[in-house]
């Protein structure tokens, strides 16, 4: 792998995601999210948001799977990228992390319509945390301010610090024993597979084209490099058609339909 | 010289365009732009040499691994401990914000009494005088821990001791009324499992230690169409366990004694389990009339239940029908069942008897805040987080969040003993003082927790059994000496002892003396118990699980 720039991504298996949550407070706590009593689903900060979706059946025949989103890391024609008017967010060369670079943020919050995964949240509020509390912020990671978009960056202070280590040995790879992002080690069902899929022979991308791994909305080509995993087709097909299978009674999937048909006719 | 307007005019003209040939409007929109993004009022982290730590949780009875990344002295992350060997580094998503708990709005700082602040000094002599004017009860969250032998022995000369059993435990309560072996000496042999019905328990959403059951659904269930571990749930509504597990039984809520008992019936009828124990008077018609469910959807239960063995029931609660499943089952006493774990445990008798003749009862911080008594006697409520002051005469201030040294006994539903200690990571954010410092310091002779620790190490040194798990498994017979091992643990190692081969215990609990199949003796919450209690006190970043996304429901008051 020596010298071929890293592309880190994810499987996530979606048979094993038991939706107890433990990615999503693993995630906010690792990056120093503020909790907000005021946030709804709207206006809080989930980098990681694990969303119910269902069969859109009732009774004995209903199913129902969960389903983490977050920022799927775009490799082609990435939306957030084209449409900041800041340079605010890139796809690093070396690494394939989408990066999002608050200082640059003006706010406009056009990469969040741009999005179509609804994976980017904007700071309504200054972070506040109760008194003495930021005692408890992980020193890795630098706060946000008010009015700023935010979204997930792969753990990137993780990558940090594997780097870092990598160089105090004198390795120029980082070993990815060291580099995990929180919600992929706190997933206690291991459904979060992380890795680099530019490495053939890493057991991740091995998974990335196994028979049931598919993308979310791959036909919009814009390569996302988190990958899902299903054995069942409805839970495969709700990620592939915007309008899907059944109707979807969850709120959650019913928006990622709508954003679906908004990128797929808009 | 007459300076007109005009000359003003270009002067001011001739500045500004000169200014911009200087860097000092770019150095200010620079300025201004960086103080705009680093804003002294927004929180920054402390810097400060990070550690990793090793401790275990004290939020609930199982004891989970943690490895506590620290910044500046202060818990900044915390993250589950690959190498432990029941939880194998998974932990519930409460935990990894459990480190923010310590500076929670609601964390109790100052002694109350009867809802305004009083001190440590006036607690004191109130306990003195309740003392000499009376007996008291000590009640304790988390049995077995050097704490808990310190509430004995104080209880011991002064009144009773008793234990808020976890719902787990009390679960194994209708073996222990059968049998006469404990329910704390009980657990479930999962991992020999290949049949897991479950009566309402959530076992993918909390039960037992978190991490333990979906490690192993994970491994030998997750997304197989004939997977190796069978999780048959038994469920009203889809809950979060029915949507993974292998199959789904939707019956009507609480019907569940009724599909035990005729899914039991069929199973003796037709001689598909060997003639343990009496047989349900229930028919198969009148319990598919109550469940909702079909004769055969009930025979087919029945047959799908016995196809794979070993099999083990499981209880949402304390459900003596669902016992008495698994000694029809069989699975008493046998791998892949309800096992014997200890040999040394005693059995705690409810404190209903108790209290209403105390003169004061203490209340370990361990002890959730549903245990509220409603009695005459003096509380003394020991707790980290003001959940229910208004329930208490006093409320005194107890360590939070890995603020102080605790040991960790066997979880309430593993199948082997297991011993860990966990050290104090973080610093008291206030005056705080455990239940077990503060009876010691009105009885000289106990001891404290520290050398009850010390003493516990020597003891399993001496045994010679089992095996400590740490950076790396070594056998208890390999460790040279009892300082080594306490070293060990008091560095985060697990000591997981062998599995229990007495005789005695084990024949009274194949045994088992059913006579008859058991009506529906659940016991109510006695009258004597406070009617409401306050919504538990959850780590502030667990409002992204119920406010900012719609994965589970909000905590609520609760009413009996």
Redesign the interface.
């Known amino acids: 792998m020596s010298g071929t720039p890293a592309r880190y991504g994810m499987v996530i298996?979606l048979?094993?995601c038991?939706?107890?949550?433990?990615c999503?407070?693993?995630c906010?706590?690792?990056n120093?999210?503020a909790?907000?009593?005021q946030?709804?689903?709207r206006t809080?900060?989930?980098p990681m948001?694990?969303?119910?979706v269902s069969n859109g059946m009732h009774?004995?025949t209903?199913?129902?799977?969960?389903i983490p989103i977050m920022c799927m890391h775009c490799e082609h024609e990435t939306p957030c990228v084209k449409v900041c008017p800041q340079q605010a967010v890139e796809v690093d060369k070396a690494t394939g992390i989408v990066m999002q670079m608050?200082?640059r943020c003006l706010g406009c919050r056009y990469c969040m319509t741009a999005c179509p995964y609804h994976a980017r949240y904007f700071n309504w509020r200054?972070?506040?945390?109760?008194?003495?509390?930021?005692?408890?912020?992980?020193?890795?990671?630098?706060?946000r301010?008010r009015g700023v978009v935010e979204k997930c960056n792969l753990c990137h202070a993780r990558l940090h610090s594997a780097n870092e280590k990598a160089a105090a040995a004198g390795r120029r790879e980082i070993d990815m024993a060291d580099y995990v992002p929180a919600c992929g080690?706190?997933c206690?069902?291991?459904?979060i597979h992380f890795g680099n899929l530019a490495d053939q022979n890493d057991p991740v991308t091995r998974e990335a084209h196994s028979a049931n791994a598919f993308r979310m909305l791959a036909r919009i080509g814009t390569e996302p490099k988190v990958y899902y995993k299903?054995?069942d087709p409805w839970v495969r097909a709700l990620a592939e058609s915007a309008s899907g299978p059944g109707k979807f009674s969850?709120?959650?999937a019913e928006r990622l339909a709508a954003s679906a048909s908004e990128v797929h006719h808009g | 010289m007459k300076v007109t307007r005009r000359d003003l005019l270009v002067w001011g003209a001739g500045a500004a365009a000169g200014i911009a040939f200087t860097p000092v409007p770019w150095k200010i929109l620079d300025d201004v732009s960086i103080w705009s993004q680093n804003w002294s009022w927004i929180p920054q982290p402390a810097r400060g040499p990070v550690e990793v730590k090793q401790s275990f949780c004290t939020l609930c009875p199982n004891g989970c691994g943690l490895r506590v990344r620290t910044g500046a002295g202060w818990p900044v992350g915390i993250a589950g401990m690959s190498t432990h060997p029941i939880t194998r580094g998974a932990l519930c998503p409460l935990a990894f914000a459990a480190h923010q708990l310590n500076w929670h709005p609601q964390r109790l700082r100052a002694v109350r009494h009867q809802s305004s602040t009083s001190s440590w000094a006036a607690a004191q002599a109130a306990f003195s005088k309740a003392c000499s004017e009376g007996k008291v009860v000590v009640i304790d969250g988390y049995a077995g821990r050097a704490a808990s032998q310190i509430f004995e022995a104080f209880a011991e000369k002064r009144g009773s001791y008793r234990v808020a059993a976890s719902p787990e435990t009390r679960a194994l309560a209708p073996y222990e009324s059968w049998s006469g072996v404990p329910a704390n000496a009980l657990g479930y042999d999962l991992e020999n499992a290949q049949t897991v019905v479950s009566f309402g328990a959530p076992m993918l959403d909390g039960w037992g230690a978190p991490g333990r059951f979906t490690r192993l659904w994970a491994e030998r269930a997750a997304g197989m169409a004939d997977p190796q571990l069978r999780l048959i749930q038994i469920d009203a509504s889809l809950t979060r366990t029915a949507t993974k597990a292998w199959q789904w039984i939707s019956i009507r809520p609480g019907t569940e004694d009724a599909l035990v008992a005729g899914a039991a019936r069929f199973l003796l009828e037709e001689h598909l389990v060997p003639a343990n124990g009496p047989m349900p008077p229930l028919t198969l018609v009148d319990a598919a009339s109550q469940t909702g469910l079909t004769t055969d959807a009930i025979r087919n239960l029945a047959r799908t239940i016995v196809a794979k063995p070993p099999v083990v029931a499981i209880a949402g609660g304390n459900n003596p029908a669902v016992a008495a499943l698994n000694v029809a089952l069989g699975a008493l006493g046998q791998t892949g069942g309800i096992v014997l774990r200890s040999k040394q445990k005693k059995v705690y008798e409810s404190a209903d008897a108790v209290i209403p003749k105390a003169r004061a009862v203490v209340i370990d911080s361990t002890v959730p805040w549903d245990f509220v008594p409603r009695t005459d006697a003096e509380i003394f409520r020991f707790a980290a987080w003001d959940g229910g002051s208004n329930k208490a005469e006093w409320l005194l201030p107890a360590p939070g969040f890995l603020e102080e040294l605790t040991d960790v006994p066997t979880a309430p539903t593993s199948a082997v003993e297991t011993y860990a200690v966990a050290p104090a990571v973080a610093k008291p954010t206030a005056e705080v003082h455990s239940a077990a410092q503060f009876l010691a310091s009105f009885d000289a002779e106990l001891n404290s927790t520290d050398k009850i620790i010390h003493a516990r190490c020597e003891e399993i040194f001496r045994a010679r059994a089992g095996s400590l798990y740490g950076r790396e498994t070594t056998p208890v017979a390999q460790v040279a000496s009892a300082q080594k091992l306490e070293e060990q643990l008091r560095s985060g190692a697990v000591w997981v002892g062998e599995p229990l081969k007495t005789a005695s215990l084990k024949s009274n609990l194949l045994k088992c003396n059913l006579k008859e199949w058991p009506a529906d003796t659940r016991p109510e919450r006695s009258e004597d118990w406070a009617a409401e209690w306050p919504a538990p006190v959850l780590p502030p970043l667990a409002l992204k699980l119920y406010q900012e996304s719609s994965l589970r429901e909000p905590p609520e008051r609760k009413t009996v």
């Open positions: 298996d048979d094993r038991t939706g107890c949550g433990a999503m407070v693993a906010a706590a690792e120093n999210v909790p907000t009593p946030a709804t689903p809080g900060v989930t948001l694990v969303r119910k009774g004995a209903r199913r129902e799977t969960f608050p200082q200054d972070p506040v945390w109760p008194a003495g509390m930021e005692k408890s912020l992980n020193p890795g990671v630098a706060t301010m080690e706190a206690p069902t291991n459904a299903s054995k969850e709120r959650p």
